[in-house]
T-cell receptor
Framework: NAGVTQTPKFQVLKTGQSMTLQCAQDMNHEYMSWYRQDPGMGLRLIHYSVGAGITDQGEVPNGYNVSRSTTEDFPLRLLSAAPSQTSVYFC????????????FGPGTRLLVL | AQSVSQHNHHVILSEAASLELGCNYSYGGTVNLFWYVQYPGQHLQLLLKYFSGDPLVKGIKGFEAEFIKSKFSFNLRKPSVQWSDTAEYFCAVNAYSSASKIIFGSGTRLSIRP
């Protein structure tokens, strides 16, 4: 199993550009989530999904969209990038709920100029 | 809304010293509690978790944590640290009222002097 994979590993964007951060898992996990990690602020939940077709907002959803058309994939879309979205983004998954161990991807480092 | 506080931002210890990292949460109901660790250049991984039962939880690599409900705390401990414990440690809480969300603390960076 590859576990949780994220692409790209690193990306530079200009303000106003859009892009999609990819996240995929091959463990047939129902629960998937996106976090951003900023110095001194830990991990903050952006969006999460409890299964295909079901998504919901976390702590900091503004400026981000998600969809979950399949169990395996949970892409995160930045609609119009802003410098405040410069961060490291982590995707995580677990078998069914948050009670299960979360498996994290390697992260995507995003720089918005 | 639930929140998690880790007051120690950076802790520096010598090898063989004892470790205690603080974690407090703000939620009055039933919670599930976690400690995750991020070693340099690696993914976050679970150290230990508490759902119910014995409030003293043992995890991997000699770590343990104690849930004290009256203090809303879930402190992480290790009796004797090693250089390889250098990492960032995150406390996290999942409240039953918002079962689909895990909220993380800001993290504590642990540096071990050889």
């Amino acid at each position: 199993n590859a576990g949780v994979t994220q692409t790209p590993k690193f990306q530079v964007l200009k303000t106003g550009q859009s892009m999609t951060l990819q996240c995929a898992q091959d463990m047939n996990h129902e629960y998937m989530s996106w976090y951003r990690q900023d110095p001194g602020m830990g991990l903050r939940l952006i969006h999460y999904s409890v299964g295909a077709g079901i998504t919901d907002q976390g702590e900091v959803p503004n400026g981000y969209n998600v969809s979950r058309s399949t169990t395996e994939d949970f892409p995160l879309r930045l609609l119009s990038a802003a410098p405040s979205q410069t961060s490291v983004y982590f995707c995580a998954s677990s078998r069914s709920t948050t009670l299960e161990t979360q498996y994290f991807g390697p992260g995507t480092r995003l720089l918005v100029l | 809304a639930q929140s998690v506080s880790q007051h120690n931002h950076h802790v520096i210890l010598s090898e063989a010293a004892s470790l205690e990292l603080g974690c407090n949460y703000s939620y009055g109901g039933t919670v599930n509690l976690f400690w995750y660790v991020q070693y340099p250049g690696q993914h976050l991984q679970l150290l230990l978790k508490y759902f119910s039962g014995d409030p003293l939880v043992k995890g991997i690599k000699g770590f343990e944590a104690e849930f004290i409900k009256s203090k809303f705390s879930f402190n992480l401990r290790k009796p004797s640290v090693q250089w390889s414990d250098t990492a960032e440690y995150f406390c996290a809480v999942n409240a039953y009222s918002s079962a689909s969300k895990i909220i993380f603390g800001s993290g504590t960076r642990l540096s071990i002097r050889p």
